[in-house]
Structure formats: C-alpha cells, structure tokens
C-alpha cells in the first residue's frame, strides 16, 4: 500500500538525462556483465592497459578472456588480429577515441564493445554496444547506461537497484573536505565487487534528471583549455581535446612525484589502473602510460582561476625536478 503523508522525501526533479533512451543499469561493470550475457559473447579481447574491476568482472563470466597489446596513441597495436567470432573491448581511453575511430575499428575487427567511461558525452555509434559510467563524471553513487543495438528482453525484469546507503561521502563532501570522507568512499567502491546486474536505482536517475549537462561541459571544454595553454609545452604526449574532457591529461616521467607533492597542497591527482603498474613488466607501452600520465581534474566544480592556480604549482615543482622540457 502506498504510504500518504509524513516526512519529506527528496523531491522528484523535472529535468532530462543526457542519455535517456539508454538502458539504465547499476553498475559500469555489472553493464558489462549484462552486455556479454546478452550479445552471447563466447571469446572478449580485453587490452592489457585496464582496470582490475573490468577483470574481475570477466571472472564471474562464462566466456573466454584473451588479451591485446595497446599501442601508444591509445588504440590495439597492429599486430592484433583476434580470432572470428571473437569480441574486442576498446576503451576509450581520455577521450582519444573518436567515433570516426571507432567506426575504422568496427570494419577491421567486426564486433566490438565500446567502454566511454571517459567520454560521457560522445554519443553512441548505431548498431555498436557502448557502456557508460555516471559517477566518474558526476557526483553520484552509482549508475551506467548501456547502448545495445536492441533491448533484451530481461531488461524490464531485472531487479531495481538502491543507492541511499551509498550517499555519505558523497554529501559530507559538499560540507566538508574530501579528506573527511575518503574511507567512506573507499568502502562503498570495495562494496561494488559484490554488486550483481540491476537496474539504476530510483535516486541515481532522479539525481541525473537534476544535471545541469550544458553548464558541467561547458565548463570542462574551459577548463581544458586553460591548462592546455599552460602545460602544453611540458606535457611529454600530444592528446587531442575531445568534445567534452574528462580530465587533462598530462605527461611527465615524475608523476610519481609530482602528484605527492601535489596532494600536500591540496590537489589529488589519482592514479588510474594500479594494476598495471603492479603486474605489467615497466619496458611495456602500457606500464610507461599508467605509470607517466597524470589525470589533472578539469571538471565542472572548478573556475579558470582554479586551473591557473594547479598549473602554477604543477610547473613550480615539476622545475624543481628538473624534468623540464
């Protein structure tokens, strides 16, 4: 019976999500499961320069996992060649991938899997199944969308998926300091592995209908331009903007360095696929791109002002490296 009166509950925002006519799942990895389940996938190519979420994923899958080099501009090397029948998992790695790419990567390898957790914006390309992650561009708990070329017929009846008990960091973070909240954070991540295939839950979509997606990309496009300006001339790779930056990245041998001297001032560059720092031999392409490039935030909580600022002490101490290009 439905309840009527009492306490406020939050209110149901009136606005549209950017990616409303996807499927709308829990999880970016458990919209994997489900897309390996449902495409019938016996053999998926990973590349070795991934996160140990999506194989951890892979294990709980009846399929077989191969494995592809990843060259430095980001795409397979050309020496892969995946055997017929099989799928190819190509990560969109900063945005470098664009869809006339994904298109060339569709005729030469014939089913692929498209991950733009890194690029929330770039639509998907008919007929090409494509996840997305919510919360790596947003402040939210949890929530992916998933572009299958037809929606399975399981989807209506998977169940709903709950994220209240997944807000506390990310509220006390908007009163307090992300330090405060960091274990909270950790907790709820480590919770995920366990997560089987559901729905997005009631709260996540609400919280995505109350987006403002022009202003976020806008002032991300901004963003990265300003540090572009800045730290073009020291970054040790050349990256194309995509359309809407997830972060900038921003090549140096000392990043290692660097980010600890950043966080002592405040500013927290992570350090995407640990994994493959810690099981890649360091003579490999993906060991040196996991290792030597810094993710630097460009997103819409910031102004110019807060880019000018990072920039400034991101060279001061890469000088005092001596790492100066």
């Known amino acids: 019976m439905k309840e009527i009166g009492g306490y406020f509950q939050m209110e149901t925002l009136n606005g549209k999500e950017y990616h409303k006519s996807l499927l709308r799942l829990n999880l970016g990895r458990t919209a994997l499961l489900y897309a390996l389940e449902e495409l019938s996938v016996k053999v998926l190519y990973l590349p070795r320069f991934i996160c140990d979420s999506v194989t951890s994923v892979c294990e709980s899958w009846d399929g077989t996992v191969k494995w592809y080099p990843v060259a430095r501009d980001f795409l397979p090397s050309d020496s892969f060649v995946p055997q017929p029948g099989s799928y190819v998992y190509l990560i969109n790695y900063y945005g470098q991938l664009t869809e006339e790419k994904i ?55 998977l169940p709903k998926d709950s994220s209240s008990s997944r807000m506390s960091h990310i509220l006390g973070r908007y009163e307090h300091s992300a330090s405060d909240h960091y274990q909270d954070m950790l907790d709820t991540a480590h919770d995920f592995y366990k997560e089987p295939v559901k729905r997005m839950s009631a709260l996540t979509e609400n919280l995505l209908r109350g987006i403002d997606y022009e202003t976020a990309a806008r002032r991300r496009v901004t963003n990265y331009k300003v540090l572009d300006s800045l730290l073009s001339a020291q970054n040790g790779m050349t990256f194309s903007m995509p359309q809407v930056p997830f972060v900038y990245p921003f090549y140096t041998k000392q990043a290692a360095v660097l980010k600890k001297k950043l966080s002592a001032e405040k500013i927290f560059v992570p350090t995407y696929w640990n994994n493959v720092i810690s099981q890649c031999p360091s003579d490999c392409t993906e060991w040196d791109l996991a290792s030597h490039i810094m993710p630097l935030p460009v997103d819409q909580r910031y102004q110019p002002e807060d880019m000018e600022y990072m920039a400034h002490i991101l060279l001061q101490h890469l000088q005092e490296t001596g790492d100066v290009l």
């Open 103 to 157: 298109i060339s990567l569709k005729k030469k390898y014939g089913n692929i899997l498209v991950d733009h957790t890194h690029d929330f914006f770039q639509r998907p390309v008919e007929g090409i199944p494509t996840l997305y992650s919510c919360r790596k561009f947003f402040g939210l708990p949890d929530g992916s969308y998933l572009y299958l070329p037809q929606i399975p017929d399981s989807y209506e009846s």
